[in-house]
């Protein structure tokens, strides 16, 4: 059995859903550092990393298909992205929920 390969016809679509959602993302990453620099809580400093992991994963998508990145890189770099923004919003979660020691900590 031969590899599978796309071509660059098949590629482009999936170029354009990865370029809109690496925009849409990186709009929200700015968004949620704004917040942070306006509020200075650690709460929001751990959203923008968790935004901010998302919008690398983005990126890491879009240079995978333009070759720039290779399949196994890809998989480790998201996989690992994906780890960083689960662990960073469960963290937050944790230590901000109201009761939490850090949350009376914050008042």
């Known amino acids: 059995m031969g590899q599978v390969t796309w071509g660059v016809d098949a590629a482009v679509p999936i170029l354009v ?57 890809h998989h480790f770099i998201s996989h690992s992205l994906d780890l960083l923004t689960a662990g960073t919003v469960l963290y937050a979660v944790y230590m901000y929920a109201p009761g939490s020691v850090a949350a009376s900590d914050d008042r």
């Open 17 to 73: 859903v990865i370029l809109l959602a690496s925009v849409g993302t990186g709009l929200l990453f700015v968004v949620s550092v704004v917040a942070y620099r306006r509020r200075r809580r650690p709460q929001y400093g751990l959203i923008a990393v968790a935004i901010g992991a998302l919008w690398l994963r983005s990126v890491v998508g879009a240079g995978t298909v333009l070759g720039v990145v290779p399949m196994p890189a």
